[in-house]
């Protein structure tokens, strides 16, 4: 399976934007870039994900780079309550892909 | 709407017990089914997932199992428990064959003593 590499931490002032990095440098043709985050203890709760194009929701917007060796999640304005680990994991489109494996994650700490 | 059970939220269990962590998804059918441990502070390991009713795939030899003995049912269990099984157990499901996102339930939290 293609790996991401995450930083392990990250900081950042409220209000100001978050950069989250995740390198895929083995990523293939079919693999979609999903982005996951993880409250205290509780489940992780779905992001975002792309294929090739940025991508923009309510929550983030995701950079993809374009030779799709990397991505950034961006959080445009860092409240507390997006202090949370941030996983980046590869998908595949085949079903091969119902394997899905998380690496560390980015614990984001948001600052007052 | 889809939504996902998983009980008991916390567990103490000694030692060489057994375990039984059932976890059920409603509002769709033939969904992906996933068990995840986290150690503290580390990231999700894959433990077993299910694309169907009795099809297991296991990811790491240890001292547990998985089964699925109904299609929105999946159980995770021990013979014998380890102190190293101790650990916030994760269920996940998502729609079969596409590529939405896996929807984790709130999580078990066993400790073994």
Not at chain 1, 6 to 34: A, K
Not at chain 1, 55 to 84: C, F, G, P
Not at chain 2, 73 to 88: C, E, R, T, V
Not at chain 2, 89 to 94: D, I, N, P, S, V
């Amino acid at each position: 399976d293609a790996k991401t590499t995450q930083p392990n931490s990250m900081e950042s002032n409220e209000e100001e934007p978050v950069h989250l990095p995740c390198n895929h440098s083995t990523i293939s043709g079919t693999d979609y870039i999903h982005w996951y985050r993880q409250l205290p203890s509780q489940g992780p709760e779905y992001v975002i994900h792309g294929l090739t194009s940025n991508v923009n929701n309510r929550m983030a917007s995701l950079a993809i780079a374009e030779d799709r060796k990397s991505s950034t999640l961006i959080l445009h304005r860092a409240t507390l309550r997006d202090a949370a680990v941030y996983y980046c994991i590869l998908r595949d489109v085949f079903p091969a892909g119902n394997k899905l494996t998380f690496g560390g994650g980015t614990r984001v700490l948001v600052k007052p | 709407s889809q939504t996902i059970h998983q009980w008991p939220a916390t567990l103490v269990q000694p030692v060489g017990s057994p375990l039984s962590l059932e976890c059920t998804v409603e509002g769709t059918s033939n969904p992906n089914l996933y068990w995840y441990r986290q150690a503290a502070g580390r990231g999700l390991q894959l433990l077993f997932y299910s694309v169907g009713i009795g099809q297991i795939s296991s990811e790491v030899p240890q001292n547990l199992s998985a089964s699925r003995p109904q299609d929105r049912q999946f159980i995770l269990s021990s013979k014998k428990l380890l102190l190293s099984d101790s650990g916030f157990y994760l269920c996940a499901w998502k729609r079969t064959g596409d590529n939405s996102p896996l929807h984790f339930g709130n999580g078990t939290r066993l400790t073994v003593t």
